[in-house]
C-alpha cells in the first residue's frame, strides 16, 4: 500500500496509508487510469485530468473492491505514476487537497 507525506505550508507533515486499487492500461483507452477504492466507487482519469479535453469522472460503484479487474491493465501503487497531475486527481478523488508539495515514497 502507498504512503503518502502531506506537507501543508511546510507547518505540518503527516503520513497515512490509503486502501485503493489503481489500474492503469498502458494508453490502450483515452481513461488510461482507473481508481477504485475500498467502498467499490470507481473513477476514471485521462493523462489530463484537469484540462477541458481530459477525463476525470465518477463512473459507478461496483459494490466488492477485491474482484478480479485485470481487464483495467496493470495494478499500481500510487508513487508508481509519474504523471503529477493524476496523483492530485487521485488525491482529491478520495478526499485529500493538496494546498502545498507532496512527496511520494
Not at 496509508?17 to 483507452?29: A, V
Not at 484540462?51 to 483495467?72: A, R, T, V
Given at each position: ?30 481513461d ?45 501503487e500510487?508513487?508508481?505514476i ?22 511520494l515514497?
Amino acid at each position: 500500500m502507498p504512503k503518502i507525506y502531506r506537507h501543508y505550508n511546510k507547518r505540518y507533515a503527516g503520513s497515512l496509508t490509503i486502501n485503493m486499487k489503481i489500474h492503469d492500461n498502458e494508453g490502450k483507452t483515452w481513461d488510461r487510469y482507473t481508481l477504485i477504492t475500498k467502498d467499490g466507487s470507481v473513477y476514471g482519469f485521462s493523462e489530463s485530468p484537469f484540462s477541458p479535453q481530459g477525463y476525470n469522472q465518477y463512473c459507478g460503484n461496483i459494490g466488492d473492491p477485491n474482484g478480479d479487474f485485470e481487464h483495467l491493465g496493470e495494478e499500481l501503487e500510487l508513487n508508481e505514476i509519474k504523471n503529477t497531475e493524476v496523483i492530485i486527481a487521485i488525491l482529491r478523488r478520495i478526499g485529500i487537497i493538496i494546498t502545498g508539495e507532496i512527496q511520494l515514497s
